[in-house]
């Protein structure tokens, strides 16, 4: 069973950017599409964006001007920044796996990693 | 933007009953709906693809149904293990995928 494992400090300062990676047990980084989801109380869950192992990416279009994700196949990782940060961006992230085919459903989710932005 | 709307907001129920949650979409979605489980300090579960397709593993209480822009996830006899909040996601739109609010089953 492929699992993904979300990694990287878990408070941020406002104004700077939020790094996190994602690490998957296997080699599967190369034939499918990996999101970043994230989930707070007050908004509930929002998708970020995706990339594709090729680097082909899509951004929440709310997010775009600050976020980028990326993918490195070599070591399994799909990494997200969020810049600019404020408390509003306080959540639990979630890196994600777009289910095998045509659906853009997510059928495998790492067990998220709590990002508090706070000076 | 598509607005994916949920209700009830809450709702409470009793082991064994059934529990119907409802999902509106500002436009067609045709049958790009999934359905997700949320309970707290673990990460969503995928219940329900394609409006009505259950993803492996997921028992057979769980059905979901509808298309356009009403669509309905049914728990046919609730389990305690049940509790938790169920959000719709609906891929239509691929460049911006958009959840609804979710709805929060507890147990009475």
Redesign the interface.
Known sequence: QVQLQESGPRLVRPSETLSLTCTVSDDSISSEYWSWIRSSPGKGLEWIGYIFHSGITKYNPSLKSRVTISVDTSNNQVSLNLFSVTAADTAVYYCARKLPGMSDAFDLWGQGAMVTVSS | ?IVMTQSPATLSVSPGERVTLSCRASQSINF?L?W?Q?KPG?????LI??ASVR?PGIPARFSGSGSGTDFTLTISSLQSEDLA?Y?C?Q?TV?????????SKVEIK
């Open positions: 933007e790009n999934a997700y949320h673990q990460a969503p579960r995928l693809y394609g993803a909040l959000y996601q891929y691929r460049s911006h995928l958009t959840f609804g609010g979710g």
